[in-house]
Nanobody, 122 residues
Framework: QVQLVESGGGLVQPGGSLRLSCAVSGSGFSPYVMGWYRQAPGKEREWLERELVATITESGSTTYADSVKGRFTISRDNAKNTVYLRMDSLKPEDTAVYSC???????????WGQGTQVTDSS
């Protein structure tokens, strides 16, 4: 079993920065593809569909959503079983609950954290 705990969210002004962390406990962190997703509130108190923000493989290969390219950086420390999301030049539309995901299709494993809130303070 794998547990994921996110931290680092909070209020931030437009143009500001935050670094999210996702600490992973349990066995076998390295083989997992780690990802950050976000889910933003809709206009009528519903939640929009969860959006992929970034992923990183064991070897460090990364992918990003077009909306965050050049502003967000995903990284991982396999020795610390932790994945990070550095967010710069934040925009109001980045407001969302950010969740960490650990995925390993070869063993049909997929785990999620509880999420951490990032909110535009303007």
């Amino acid at each position: 079993q794998v547990q994921l705990v996110e931290s680092g969210g909070g209020l931030v002004q437009p143009g500001g920065s935050l670094r999210l962390s996702c600490a992973v406990s349990g066995s076998g962190f390295s083989p997992y593809v780690m990802g950050w997703y976000r889910q933003a509130p809709g206009k009528e108190r519903e939640w929009l569909e969860r959006e992929l923000v970034a992923t990183i493989t064991e070897s460090g290969s990364t992918t990003y959503a077009d909306s965050v390219k050049g502003r967000f950086t995903i990284s991982r420390d396999n020795a610390k079983n932790t994945v990070y999301l550095r967010m710069d030049s934040l925009k109001p539309e980045d407001t969302a609950v950010y969740s960490c995901n650990a995925n390993r299709p070869s063993i049909n494993a997929d785990y999620w954290g509880q999420g951490t809130q990032v909110t535009d303070s303007s």
